[in-house]
């Protein structure tokens, strides 16, 4: 493995989700685990939830650095987002309800069966 292969599979890894804010996590993190508990939100909605959870941070900051770090994964295709406006909404994408639509096996093409 070269190391430009190793390189693309650090940058472009699974997105970690912290289970606890920890406040000697890194500022990603910090983004990341306001995003999980808000689900969907703005850059300012994830410094809010980051307040809530650590009086002490910089809520300025925040707001700055989420921004950022929202968008960078965004690009990389880690998370989603949606723009209206001027404004991106961000979430995790993730499965919250069951799928509850069922198959009509006559309806699938040939060997899928």
Request: hydrophobic share 35%; net charge negative; no cysteine.
């Amino acid at each position: 493995m070269s190391s430009t292969d190793q390189d693309f599979r650090d940058e472009f890894k699974p997105l970690h989700i912290p289970a606890h804010y920890m406040p000697a996590d890194s500022d990603e993190d910090k983004i990341i685990y306001a995003l999980a508990q808000i689900e969907e939100g703005t850059p300012d909605d994830v410094a809010t939830e980051i307040s809530k959870h650590d009086s002490a941070v910089d809520l300025e900051y925040f707001k700055t650095k989420a921004a950022s770090v929202l968008h960078i994964l965004y690009e990389k295709g880690l998370i989603k987002g949606s723009t209206v406006g001027d404004t991106t909404t961000y979430n995790l994408s993730k499965i919250t309800r069951a799928n509850d639509g069922a198959v009509d096996p006559e309806l699938l093409a040939p060997g899928l069966d």
